[in-house]
C-alpha cells in the first residue's frame, strides 16, 4: 500500500544534501531505555495498594494483552563501562555463592508469578535474560535456572528464549554448550565498537579474540541460534569514516542475524560524561555526523538484505522479535530479578534495585515488587505512543479503540502530534495504520519525545533538555561544558535512578 506523501534523498549524505531539519534540535538518547518511572511523579504509591495490586493477579480477567514474556534481570558484571547506566553490581570475585543464591531467588520470584492465575491464562511467547551481564553467572547457575524455566513456563521448547551476555564470560567452557543444550535461540552480547583505541577509552575491557571466540565456539558446536550484537555510534573520537569502516568490518567478519544500532549515551555526571569534560576523552562529532551515521547505517544495513525491525535494530528476519514487540508495549511483560521492570494488565512496576531488598520482598510477598499500579487508560495509550516511533508502525484501529476510554482532550493531544509528524515527513499514513519513515528512524528520538513530553516533571524537563541538541548549537566545538543542566542533575543525582531494561 503506497503512502501519501513522498520525501527527498538523501537527507545528509552525498555531495549536495538536502539537509531537512524536521525538529528544533536532535534528541541524542531513544527512550526506550529511559523508564517513565523516573522521571514522572506517579511512580510513588502507598504499600497498601501495591499489595492490593499483587493480590489481583489472582483474578485472570481484565487483560489488555492475550500475550506474556518474562524478563530476568542479573545484575553483576565483571568490569563497569563508561557509558553504562543500567542496573548493575561488580562481580563477586570467587563468591560464586552469591551468584547461586541470586539464582535462587530468580527461581523463587518466577515460581510465585507462574503460579497466578493472570499469567496463567495469558499465551507465553519469550524469555529474555538481560542485565548487567547474565554470563557472569556460574555454568551451573545457567543450567539449574534454565531447566527450571523448562519445567515451568508453558512450550518452553518452542518460544523465543534470548540469553545476553559480554564476550569474556560469554566465551568460558560450558556455558555455551549448556545454552545449545537448552534451547536458547536468541544469543546477545556486546561489541560496541571495533576500533581498539576507542574500545579501551570506553571501558570494554573484552578484545577481538573474545568475540571471535564466541563465534567460533558457536560454530563448533552447530549452534543455530541466532547471533544478535550491540554495535555503539556517536563514540567519543569516532569520525563518520571510522564508524563507516567498523560497520563494513562487522558484516563481514562476523555476518551476525541481528545488530543492535545504539547512539552512545551521555548521561550528565556519569562517567564518560565526566571523562570528556575532563579533558581525558574526545567529544563525540557534531549532530550533522551524527544524522549522517543515522543514515548511513540505515542505507548500508537495508542495501545488505536487513529488515529495520524496531527503529535501531536490523534484522535478518523481517518478523520483529518477540522481546521487541513486548518491550513496544504490544504485549505484557512479567519483571523478575532485581531492577527489572514489568507490564500487567494497565499496570507498571519497577522491582527494587538492591540485592537485598529485592530478596527480602520476594521472601515476604513473593513478588518483589514495591511500584505495581495501575497508570490508566492515559497511561496505557501513552505508552503505547511513546513506544510507536520505535516500533514504526501503528494500526489506526489501536489507536481509536482508546478515545473514548482516555477522552477528548488526552486523544485530541496525540492527534496532534501525529498531524505534527505527518506535517514534518517523518511518519506516512496508509489506509488502515501510520509508518515510520526512513526521515522517521533517524530522528525517532525526536518522535518519542513529542508523546513523552508532557508527561515529564520537572527532572525529567531538565534531564530532555540536556539530552537535546539545539540546531543553533549543531557546530559548537565545546559542547560538554558544564551549564545549568548539568549543574542541576549532579545536585539531584539520587533522583534519576539507573536506566533498566
Request: a negative charge.
Amino acid at each position: 500500500m503506497s503512502p501519501v506523501t513522498a520525501h527527498p534523498e538523501p537527507y545528509y549524505l552525498g555531495d549536495s544534501p538536502s539537509r531537512p531539519v524536521p525538529f528544533d534540535g536532535v534528541m541524542t538518547v531513544s527512550h526506550y531505555i529511559m523508564p517513565n518511572f523516573a522521571t514522572m511523579d506517579w511512580h510513588q504509591v502507598p504499600r497498601e495498594k501495591v499489595v492490593e495490586n499483587i493480590r489481583s493477579l489472582s483474578d485472570p480477567g481484565g487483560n489488555l494483552n492475550d500475550r506474556i514474556m518474562m524478563y530476568i534481570h542479573v545484575p553483576y558484571c565483571k568490569s563497569f563501562c563508561h557509558y553504562c547506566n543500567f542496573n548493575r553490581y561488580h562481580y563477586p570475585k570467587q563468591d560464586s555463592e552469591r551468584l547461586e543464591r541470586y539464582t535462587d531467588y530468580l527461581i523463587k520470584e518466577i515460581d510465585w508469578y507462574m503460579r497466578q492465575p493472570y499469567v496463567q491464562a495469558r499465551e507465553f511467547t519469550a524469555i529474555y535474560i538481560g542485565g548487567g551481564s547474565p554470563s557472569t553467572l556460574p555454568v551451573s547457575a545457567v543450567e539449574r535456572l534454565s531447566a527450571h524455566l523448562r519445567k515451568v513456563v508453558p512450550d518452553f521448547d518452542t518460544i523465543e528464549k534470548s540469553f545476553t551476555g559480554e564476550p569474556r564470560t560469554l566465551r568460558r567452557p560450558g556455558l555455551l554448550d549448556v545454552l545449545k543444550d537448552h534451547g536458547w535461540n536468541r544469543i546477545t552480547f556486546g561489541i560496541e565498537t571495533l576500533d581498539a583505541k576507542i574500545h579501551r577509552k570506553i571501558g570494554r575491557l573484552d578484545t577481538r579474540d573474545d568475540v571471535d571466540a564466541v563465534f567460533n565456539r558457536m560454530r563448533d558446536l552447530g549452534y543455530r541460534a541466532d547471533t544478535c550484537v550491540d554495535m555503539m555510534y556517536d563514540l567519543p573520537g569516532q569520525s563518520l569514516e571510522g564508524f563507516q569502516s567498523e560497520l563494513a568490518e562487522l558484516l563481514d567478519a562476523y555476518d551476525p542475524a541481528e545488530i543492535d544500532l545504539f547512539t552512545t549515551i551521555y548521561l550528565p555526571y556519569r562517567p564518560l560524561h565526566k571523562l570528556i569534560m575532563d579533558g581525558r576523552v574526545e567529544q563525540p562529532g557534531s549532530p550533522w555526523q551524527l544524522l549522517a551515521m543515522r543514515e548511513h547505517l540505515y542505507d548500508t544495513l537495508s542495501a545488505a538484505g536487513y529488515h529495520n525491525t524496531i527503529a535501531e535494530t536490523w534484522s535478518k528476519s523481517p518478523e520483529r522479535s518477540q522481546y521487541q514487540t513486548a518491550h513496544c508495549a504490544r504485549q505484557d511483560i512479567i519483571g523478575v530479578g532485581c531492577a527489572a521492570r514489568g507490564n500487567l494488565r494497565d499496570m507498571v512496576s519497577i522491582n527494587p534495585e538492591k540485592v537485598d531488598q529485592w530478596q527480602a520482598n520476594v521472601d515476604e510477598q513473593g513478588a518483589s515488587t514495591e511500584t505495581l499500579q495501575s497508570i490508566g487508560p492515559d497511561g496505557v495509550l501513552d505508552r503505547i505512543m511513546v513506544m510507536f516511533p520505535r516500533y514504526k508502525s501503528l494500526d489506526k484501529a489501536l489507536l481509536n479503540s482508546h478515545a473514548e476510554q482516555v477522552g477528548e482532550a488526552a486523544f485530541a493531544r496525540v492527534r496532534n502530534v501525529i498531524d505534527g509528524h505527518l506535517a514534518a515527513g517523518v511518519i506516512d499514513e496508509h489506509d488502515d495504520r501510520y509508518t515510520v519513515n526512513k526521515l522517521g528512524v533517524i530522528w525517532h528520538g525526536n518522535l518519542q519525545t513529542d508523546y513523552l513530553r508532557h508527561t515529564l516533571n520537572a527532572k525529567g524537563e531538565v534531564l530532555m533538555n540536556h539530552l537535546t541538541e539545539t540546531r543553533a548549537d549543531f557546530d559548537n566545538e565545546d559542547r560538554f561544558e558544564v551549564t545549568p543542566e548539568t549543574v542541576y542533575i549532579k545536585e539531584h543525582d539520587a533522583e534519576y535512578p539507573r536506566l533498566m531494561k
